[in-house]
């Protein structure tokens, strides 16, 4: 079964700054699909991200972005300039194709610092 | 496009009633239907998939006969908490995945706060 860890229960970044939300998984597939999900207090799941593991190149929305490193298994979403609105918690989520479920970490409460 | 509406936002009830909770993909059509459940400042936990026209299936621990889950029609799931306690008391949320679109993901909605008193 596949396994989602977020180290980090808990991060602070001041205004502008930039900030890296760890994440690291556990699977033996070879193609699948990551994910980084944001929950602001208003509880809305809110796509943020998405990588497709055959794909090499790292995903980048905006001020988003994520290390993908297939071979350790590790998918860290970096925020530049970080906004008082991306205060929210942080899941990241892995699925095998075709396979619809989401296997969400545990998440990381970001609060952005004025 | 793909909005998931989720109805009710907030409901408060009594112990022992039943609460029916709606979920409505309003732009597409979802053949599968996802119904999570969170407590406060914690992960989602996947209760059901629910697919149109067919049973739900239900993750290991999770009363089928407490949470029941019917998928009628290709926008609508429904989530019922059968005679409610405080301990059902929670945050569900459901997701919508487009039809023909396996690999996509997922579509969440606003989701419900549920409250036993």
Redesign the interface.
Known sequence: AQTVTQSQPEMSVQEAETVTLSCTYDTSENNYYLFWYKQPPSRQMILVIRQEAYKQQNATENRFSVNFQKAAKSFSLKISDSQLGDTAMYFCAFMKPSANKLVFGAGTILRVKS | GAVVSQHPSWVICKSGTSVKIECRSLDFQAT?M?WYRQFP????M?MA?SNEGSKATYEQGVEKDKFLINHASLTLSTLTVTSAHPEDSS?Y?C?A?KLAD??Q??H?G??TRLSIL
């Open positions: 599968t996802f400042k914690k992960s989602l996947l998939t945050f949320i997701s995945q396996r690999d993901p997922q969440f606003d989701g």
